[in-house]
């Protein structure tokens, strides 16, 4: 067993009151806390190491990002013409579309007029016939 381990094996028994009382309890004790302050150092230096890694990764991660988002750049506006072209086929296919129908329309409308035409004219000489003139 170690010198500290016997040490503190006094204050186990007895719930932290030396099982035989020292006459320096400072000096019988003063290892004890030498080693504590060695253990709070190394906790802080295992502390101040963790927060410098986790900075330089946050920094590596913000210089990733950055260059992920300056080599991105090309693909966004690859992306952005090829959406903007679709877009634009799409709307000049639809007025194709439009301009179609709108014919088919006319043309019908065009039709049902010139087969009206024969009714109008008859329609009118029976007007013209009728007043004598």
């Known amino acids: 067993m170690s010198r500290l381990s ?5 204050f186990r ?3 932290g009151v030396p099982a035989v009382p020292a006459e ?3 000096a019988e004790l003063a290892p004890v806390f ?3 302050e060695e253990l709070e150092a190394d906790a802080a230096r295992l502390r101040d190491h963790a927060a410098a890694e986790a900075a330089a990764r ?3 991660a913000r210089a990733e990002c950055e260059r992920i988002t300056f080599a991105g750049r090309p693909l966004v506006e690859a992306e952005r013409v090829r959406v903007a ?3 634009r086929a799409a709307a000049e296919a639809e007025a194709r579309n439009i301009v179609a129908r709108a014919e088919v329309e006319a043309d019908r409308l065009r039709k049902r007029g010139y087969e009206r035409i024969p009714s109008l004219v008859d329609t009118v000489l029976a007007g013209v016939k009728g007043t004598g003139e």
Not at 6 to 10: G, Q
């Open 6 to 10: 016997a040490m503190l094996e006094r």
């Open 13 to 15: 028994r007895t719930a």
């Open 24 to 26: 320096d309890f400072e």
């Open 34 to 36: 030498a080693a504590l």
């Open 58 to 60: 946050l920094t590596a």
């Open 85 to 87: 072209s679709a877009r």
